[in-house]
């Protein structure tokens, strides 16, 4: 594909800038530079949902795998499952970014920690301008600005030609601070749309136009379900898609134009991060089991890495081919995902489940969120059929066509727990589409600040050495987690030793 017409010899028109606000708590604005902060980096963003955004991230690091170039993926927001996608197409663990859970400082820290030299892609989120409220704050705009990032804008192109370049062009003028890359149309029904939506949007807005994609059913190519897309692991032709996908991005991206878009980028200031486990002090050889398989597969690199920092080992279970629960470890912890569409095989485990009925009887900490409290609660309901879970929580959960809880969250801690002080504030996110059904029975530690919670504006249910919430909470927006898992597992294994008779 030939590069569009340029005004500065370089594959793109001078970005146009102007004052930006600065009164509203917002990402600083990025000066540029050349010194080692500079690492080619790309904001992958759209107009709304369903642009195509997932689709130009995928392919763009899939292009760069195969010509030689070692890239590195983030995703804006708290999303696993696309961040899941990220890690598949990219070969290495995507990264979170979100200004709400970890500030502008946390975000920048990450990033710049985890960029590569080659390509940097991040993901953004919704619309390029959807943020937390009317103002847009902690949208993709806001953290494209503070990592230096310029904006490649996926334009889904069905049934318009010139009205994209004016969705373009008020993009470019909402904030003069952003910088833009260029253009990519999505969804193209032929040559003569191509052409006419082209010329109006690089006539119009100075951009160039880096990419058309034709008409395709993106949904044949990533599928969905209620909570977005798939994760990779399920879908069924995942060889299949990986090939079909680089074909259509390798014949319809200029792949040189926008190399040097990314290139040309900004240098941001990286603070270091501020969250520490100087004050856990744990001792080394902890024994903490992390249940991981096709039902749980919702868990942050960071989190993982940050136990595995402070000295836990970590031992990945899975109830779904484990005849048996390990008697030990000295913490556990449950992430989110989906049991309810593994309800059958989690029912079928019961051994499993006896053993960790067992060491919750003992005393062992118990870690759990949204799809980890359903595995902890009596049973499941879901689609007319019952399926009787581990019974640690005396909750019944069901499952619901329509989200029940969806968005950022803030819990603050008032009543004691296994885990986290009272008086503790925590901010984190939930998208779920269960609720705990008669929750009379059940216990909680938290007051929901902000978000749904698990019911009656409560989360944290607590039984014994159990915390389980419908709320995900990110190490590095929320270092106490670290350390109060850690802390709770060395307090246990302590226990453990004593039981143990010495020989």
Same mark, same amino acid.
């Given at each position: 594909?030939?590069? @569009?017409?340029?005004?500065?010899?370089? !594959?793109?028109? +001078?970005?146009?800038?102007?004052? &930006? +606000?600065?009164?509203?708590?917002?990402?600083?604005?990025?000066?540029?530079?050349? !010194? +080692?902060?500079?690492?080619?980096?790309?904001?992958?963003?759209?107009?709304?949902?369903?642009?195509?955004?997932?689709?130009?991230?995928?392919?763009?690091?899939?292009?760069?795998?195969?010509?030689?170039?070692?890239?590195?993926?983030?995703?804006?927001?708290?999303?696993?499952?696309?961040?899941?996608?990220?890690?598949?197409?990219?070969?290495?663990?995507?990264?979170?970014?979100?200004?709400?859970?970890?500030?502008?400082?946390?975000?920048?820290?990450?990033?710049?920690?985890?960029?590569?030299?080659?390509?940097?892609?991040?993901?953004?989120?919704?619309?390029?301008?959807? !943020?937390?409220?009317? =103002?847009?704050?902690?949208?993709?705009? $806001?953290?494209?600005?503070?990592?230096?990032?310029?904006?490649?804008?996926?334009?889904? !192109?069905?049934?318009?030609?010139?009205?994209?370049?004016?969705?373009?062009?008020?993009?470019?003028?909402? *904030?003069?601070?952003?910088?833009?890359?260029?253009?990519?149309?999505?969804?193209?029904?032929?040559?003569?749309?191509?052409?006419?939506?082209?010329?109006?949007?690089?006539?119009?807005?100075?951009?160039?136009? %880096?990419?058309?994609?034709?008409?395709?059913?993106?949904?044949?190519?990533?599928?969905? &379900?209620?909570?977005?897309?798939?994760?990779?692991?399920?879908?069924?032709?995942?060889?299949?898609?990986?090939?079909?996908?680089? =074909?259509?991005?390798?014949?319809?991206?200029?792949?040189?134009?926008?190399?040097?878009?990314?290139?040309?980028?900004?240098?941001? @200031?990286?603070?270091?991060?501020?969250?520490? %486990?100087?004050?856990?002090?744990?001792?080394?050889?902890?024994?903490?089991?992390?249940?991981?398989?096709?039902?749980?597969?919702?868990?942050?690199?960071?989190?993982?890495?940050?136990?595995?920092?402070?000295?836990?080992?970590?031992?990945?279970?899975?109830?779904?081919?484990?005849?048996?629960?390990?008697?030990?470890? *000295?913490?556990?912890?449950?992430?989110?995902?989906?049991?309810?569409?593994?309800? @059958?095989?989690?029912?079928?485990? =019961?051994?499993?489940?006896?053993?960790?009925?067992?060491?919750?009887?003992?005393?062992?900490?118990?870690?759990?969120?949204?799809?980890?409290?359903?595995?902890?609660?009596?049973?499941?309901?879901?689609?007319? &059929?019952?399926?009787?879970?581990?019974?640690?929580?005396?909750?019944?959960?069901?499952?619901?066509?329509? @989200?029940?809880?969806?968005?950022?969250?803030?819990? $603050?801690?008032?009543?004691?727990?296994?885990?986290?002080?009272?008086?503790?504030?925590?901010?984190?996110?939930?998208?779920?589409?269960?609720?705990?059904?008669? +929750?009379?029975?059940?216990?909680?530690?938290?007051?929901?600040?902000?978000?749904?919670?698990?019911?009656?504006?409560?989360?944290?249910?607590?039984?014994?050495?159990?915390?389980?919430?419908?709320?995900?909470?990110?190490?590095?927006?929320?270092?106490?987690?670290?350390?109060?898992?850690?802390?709770?597992?060395?307090?246990?294994?302590?226990?453990?030793?004593?039981?143990?008779?010495?020989?």
């Amino acid at each position: 594909m030939k590069a @569009p017409p340029t005004t500065d010899g370089a !594959g793109r028109p +001078p970005v146009r800038r102007g004052p &930006r +606000p600065t009164d509203r708590g917002l990402a600083p604005r990025a000066t540029r530079g050349s !010194g +080692p902060r500079c690492l080619p980096r790309l904001a992958i963003a759209g107009l709304g949902g369903d642009s195509g955004k997932t689709l130009v991230s995928l392919g763009l690091l899939l292009l760069a795998r195969e010509k030689g170039l070692k890239p590195a993926a983030f995703k804006k927001g708290p999303d696993y499952i696309d961040a899941a996608w990220l890690t598949w197409a990219c070969g290495t663990a995507a990264r979170n970014l979100d200004t709400y859970l970890m500030g502008f400082d946390g975000a920048r820290a990450s990033f710049f920690r985890h960029a590569s030299p080659d390509l940097s892609v991040i993901e953004g989120n919704r619309g390029l301008y959807d !943020g937390s409220d009317a =103002r847009g704050t902690h949208s993709t705009a $806001e953290l494209a600005k503070a990592l230096g990032a310029p904006v490649l804008l996926v334009l889904n !192109g069905t049934k318009v030609t010139r009205t994209a370049a004016a969705m373009v062009l008020g993009c470019q003028k909402m *904030d003069p601070g952003v910088s833009f890359a260029g253009v990519v149309l999505n969804q193209v029904s032929g040559s003569r749309h191509a052409r006419v939506t082209r010329q109006a949007v690089e006539e119009t807005t100075g951009l160039p136009v %880096l990419g058309v994609l034709p008409r395709a059913s993106s949904g044949d190519l990533l599928p969905g &379900r209620h909570l977005g897309l798939v994760t990779p692991s399920e879908h069924p032709h995942i060889r299949e898609l990986e090939g079909n996908v680089r =074909r259509l991005l390798d014949g319809h991206l200029d792949w040189e134009a926008l190399l040097l878009a990314a290139r040309r980028t900004q240098a941001a @200031p990286a603070p270091e991060p501020t969250g520490t %486990l100087s004050d856990a002090q744990p001792e080394a050889g902890l024994r903490i089991g992390v249940v991981r398989d096709s039902a749980f597969t919702f868990y942050y690199p960071e989190n993982l890495e940050g136990l595995e920092r402070g000295g836990a080992r970590l031992i990945f279970l899975s109830p779904l081919s484990d005849g048996r629960f390990p008697q030990d470890l *000295d913490a556990l912890y449950i992430g989110g995902g989906f049991p309810e569409t593994h309800g @059958p095989e989690l029912t079928a485990a =019961r051994g499993w489940m006896e053993g960790l009925r067992a060491a919750v009887g003992a005393g062992l900490p118990v870690y759990a969120e949204c799809g980890g409290l359903m595995l902890l609660s009596r049973s499941i309901r879901w689609e007319g &059929r019952s399926y009787p879970m581990a019974g640690v929580l005396a909750v019944d959960v069901e499952v619901l066509p329509d @989200p029940q809880g969806h968005g950022y969250a803030e819990l $603050e801690v008032d009543r004691p727990n296994p885990f986290f002080e009272v008086g503790m504030r925590l901010r984190g996110h939930e998208f779920h589409y269960s609720r705990i059904v008669l +929750p009379a029975a059940a216990g909680t530690a938290a007051a929901v600040r902000r978000g749904t919670g698990a019911f009656n504006g409560r989360d944290g249910l607590v039984e014994g050495p159990v915390w389980a919430a419908y709320t995900h909470l990110h190490a590095l927006g929320c270092p106490e987690w670290t350390i109060s898992l850690l802390r709770a597992a060395g307090d246990f294994a302590h226990i453990r030793k004593t039981r143990t008779p010495s020989v």
